[in-house]
């Protein structure tokens, strides 16, 4: 099993930055891909941002050149830097763990609200 324990989110303004953090503990390995979803109400969870453990990223269209995921590996940590935040960012934002096997492992979710 893999722990994933996400902090960050909140409450802010349009046009203000928030910085998501994930780690990750348990049955990890060197080979993953860690990032994450969002859930807005009333749809479908959608992939924000991934990042291989070789550094390799990707990102949704609506979030490029605002939103930037990086991680630490020797700390098993992921993080969203979200800038230039707008209300349709508003999600619950689930830290996501892919292992070497294909496992895959959710956390429990951080709310981010963007007010207008």
């Known amino acids: 099993q893999v722990q994933l324990v996400e902090s960050g989110g909140g409450l802010v303004q349009a046009g203000g930055t928030l910085r998501l953090s994930c780690a990750a503990s348990?049955?990890?390995?060197?080979?993953?891909?860690m990032g994450w979803y969002r859930q807005a109400p009333g749809k479908q969870r959608e992939l924000v941002a991934r990042?291989?453990?070789?550094?390799?990223?990707t990102y949704v269209d609506s979030v490029k050149g605002r939103f930037t995921i990086s991680r630490f590996n020797a700390k098993n940590t992921v993080y969203l830097q979200m800038n230039s935040l707008k209300p349709e960012d508003t999600a619950v934002y689930y830290c996501y763990y892919r292992r070497w096997d294909s496992a895959e492992y959710w956390g429990q979710g951080t709310q981010v609200t963007v007010s207008s």
């Open positions: 990042i291989t453990s070789g550094g390799t990223t």
């Open positions: 348990g049955s990890i390995s060197s080979v993953n891909t």
